[in-house]
């Protein structure tokens, strides 16, 4: 009755035609409710949705595997370096070869880097590894009071709680070069991870050992994403071939450690690549999205010269 009532009014020439008026008040003869036929006329459907390749988000999930492989490795240099397998000597090399390896990538992939700016990075390194010599006798003796096995509970939770929370797609350079700001759960990121490592060098048995391993470590979790963001921007095959071979080796290294961890490794790789990707294409079959005149007006402005 209430539809028949309103299509009366609206054909009968004592009321005006019904206009959609914005902010305009109710129009007479019309209910400020009312809609006539023209309604949906401007429904849309699915206008953002994306639609997605699944090779594109494959190809896009190696990131987050090739980081994944690197934390692998980290925390393979922490266990044989707990078994006294890695000596100082040998850790102290690992990190300067790291460090050399990560500044001739930086040269060759960076677009735009000035002599300044280098020897800024190398005088704020040396501050730091500086610092961090100085500092390590007090790492050393850090949890000497906290027993062992709290000491691999805490440290494998703060790991996990590292690869949750990291910035896994966020660019680290603006384009102006400078660092970016951090977002809150990336901070958390890092700083669970530095906090593990202070944690694995405080159960070495000399404090050379606990300058090479937290040296390590923070290279790693500092610099490696972004010598990583700096492969893939000069070249994305490039950085596929890397990443492919640091899962080949991270695997290789598994593998000679552990089966079990071996295989629990390759599961999360294959997952992460392969069952993931096929995953979200197929969940974007049953996205559904409508758009249409009910929604929040947008405001368009036209400027001309």
Not at 15 to 27: D, E, F
Not at 210 to 230: G, N, R, T, W
Not at 262 to 286: A, G, K, T
Request: hydrophobic residues 50%; neutral net charge.
């Amino acid at each position: 009755m209430q539809m028949e009532s309103q299509r009366s009014r609206s054909a009968s020439p004592t009321y005006p035609k019904w206009r959609k008026v914005a902010y305009g008040g109710m129009q007479p003869g019309f209910d400020d409710n009312h809609t006539d036929e023209s309604f949906l006329e401007d429904m849309i459907m699915n206008a953002n949705v994306v639609k997605r390749d699944l090779v594109k988000v494959m190809l896009d999930s190696v990131s987050i595997s090739q980081y994944l492989c690197i934390v692998a490795l980290v925390v393979l240099v922490w266990t044989y370096t707990l078994r006294s397998i890695f000596s100082e000597r040998s850790l102290l090399l690992l990190d300067f070869i790291l460090l050399g390896a990560g500044f001739f990538v930086i040269l060759l992939t960076a677009e735009m880097i000035s002599f300044n700016l280098l020897l800024n990075y190398i005088l704020k390194i040396s501050f730091f590894i500086t610092g961090l010599y100085i500092l390590s006798p007090i790492y050393h003796t850090l949890t000497r009071s906290i027993s062992s096995d709290s000491i691999w509970a805490l440290t494998a939770t703060l790991v996990i709680l590292h690869l949750f929370l990291h910035n896994y797609s966020g660019s680290p350079m603006k384009a102006s070069g400078d660092l970016e700001y951090s977002t809150f759960t990336s901070n958390i990121s890092l700083n669970a991870s530095i906090v593990a490592s202070l944690l694995i060098a405080s159960r070495l048995p000399s404090r050379l050992h606990v300058f090479a391993i937290v040296l390590f470590s923070l290279q790693v979790f500092l610099f490696a994403p972004f010598v990583s963001f700096c492969i893939r921007k000069y070249s994305f095959w490039l950085h596929l071939c890397f990443s492919l071979g640091l899962m080949a080796v991270t695997l290789f290294s598994v593998y000679q450690l552990h089966q079990l961890l071996f295989i629990l490794l390759l599961s999360i790789l294959v997952f992460v690549n392969l069952v993931c990707p096929y995953w979200l294409i197929r969940i974007q079959e049953y996205k559904f999205e409508i758009n249409g005149p009910w929604d929040e007006a947008k405001l368009c402005f036209n400027v001309t010269d």
